[in-house]
Structure formats: structure tokens, C-alpha cells
């Protein structure tokens, strides 16, 4: 179930993650069946589409997101999914992307459901692009760690009320028993408030 930030600061937020264009284009036609899941309002979309990736979807639990998506970027198939699984059947996309979507999701049970519906969907031998923030190694990063009250070490909580969770990587690689793990590297990123962050940026292959 979407938190009541995404339907509302959160929603008029720019988003910062890197979109993986080199490495979606370096593995996909640009006729794949995609999946943006947890799309926001479309941003990596668009930079598909300037890209020539035309039979992509979006879906997000966040209705304010979905309607701002559909307000800048009105020629975007986006659509409201608020929640599991989402009505396409087994098999159906090429490749899954998820991008900055379980830095949002900080309960280890909902993880779960998100990783195994993003199994569901993606065909056997497609790719899912798993993009999320480590554990981080900065003061202030760490002294956010240290005063959470949430069980979950990486859980924290921003002054504007949105909760994240950044991961141990072999927690990442768990919630995907039925992947293979092709490519992981590292990136540059910054937080919705624009603090620096080290960013990972995986390509999983569906068994």
C-alpha cells in the first residue's frame, strides 16, 4: 500500500537515480516489452522514449504520481496499480525495470511481494534492472541509521516525513532466487534533498 508521502510532497518531487539507458540499450531492441515498475511520474519513460523504446508501461501504486506523469507526459502509458499483483499475466515483459523503488519499501515482508510479482512478470531469460542505494558510508548517513527507531538497520526516516532504506547488497540479492545476477557496478547519485550518494546499478537475468 502506497504511504501517504507519495500521495502528497512526495509526489512533487524531482527525482535523481540515474536511469541505466546505456545498459538497457546495450542488451534490448528497441521493441522490447518493458516495464517501468514504480514508474513515478514517468521520467525514466521519457528518457526510453527520446531513446526510440516506444512499447514500454508504467505502473505505480501512487495516484498522485500517475496523475502528474500523465499531466507532463500525456503520450506515456502509465498506470495506477495500487496494489498486487498488477493485471498482466505471467511472462509478459522482456525486461523489468526498477529504479529507486525498494529505497521506498522498507518492510522486509513487502519487499518480498515486490520482488516475487517483478519474477512473475518478467519472461523466462528477460532482464530485470535493479537500481537502489547500499548502505551508505557518510556521517550523516550513518547518525540517520543510528536514531531510526525502525528494526531494519538502513531504515531512516527524512524531516519531510518520507521514510527510505538503503541495503546490504546480499539482502538485495536474496529477494531474487529467481535471477542471476550478469552485472552489478557502481554509480553516482544524489537523495530527493540532493545529498551524494553511492548507487548500484544491477542487470538480473530471469532463470
Not at 41 to 54: I, Q, S, T
Not at 75 to 85: K, Q, V
Not at 117 to 124: D, G, Q, V
Not at 143 to 153: C, L
Request: charged share 25%; hydrophobic share 40%.
Amino acid at each position: 500500500m502506497v504511504s501517504a508521502y507519495w500521495e502528497g510532497p512526495g509526489a512533487a518531487k524531482a527525482f535523481t537515480y540515474p536511469v541505466p539507458l546505456q545498459a538497457i540499450a546495450a542488451r534490448l531492441d528497441t521493441g522490447a516489452r518493458i516495464l517501468d515498475f514504480g514508474c513515478g511520474y514517468g521520467r525514466a519513460m521519457r528518457d526510453l522514449a527520446r531513446a526510440g523504446f516506444r512499447n514500454t508501461i508504467g505502473a505505480d501504486p501512487s495516484a498522485a504520481l500517475i496523475a502528474r506523469g500523465r499531466r507532463e507526459s500525456p503520450d506515456l502509458r502509465l498506470e495506477h496499480a495500487p496494489r498486487l499483483p498488477l493485471a498482466h499475466p505471467d511472462g509478459a515483459f522482456d525486461a523489468v525495470l526498477l529504479i529507486s523503488v525498494l529505497a521506498v519499501i522498507p518492510d522486509d515482508d513487502e519487499q518480498r511481494r515486490v520482488a516475487a510479482e517483478i519474477e512473475r512478470l518478467c519472461a523466462p531469460g528477460g532482464l530485470v534492472f535493479l537500481c537502489d542505494y547500499p548502505l551508505q558510508d557518510s556521517e550523516h548517513y550513518r547518525a540517520s541509521y543510528a536514531v531510526s527507531s525502525h528494526p531494519v538497520h538502513g531504515v531512516f526516516t527524512n524531516p519531510d516525513g518520507g521514510v527510505f532504506r538503503h541495503h546490504d547488497p546480499a539482502h538485495l540479492e536474496s529477494l531474487f532466487p529467481g535471477c542471476e545476477l550478469v552485472e552489478a557496478r557502481a554509480t553516482e547519485s544524489t537523495s530527493l534533498n540532493g545529498r551524494p550518494l553511492r548507487a548500484l546499478q544491477w542487470v538480473l537475468r530471469r532463470s
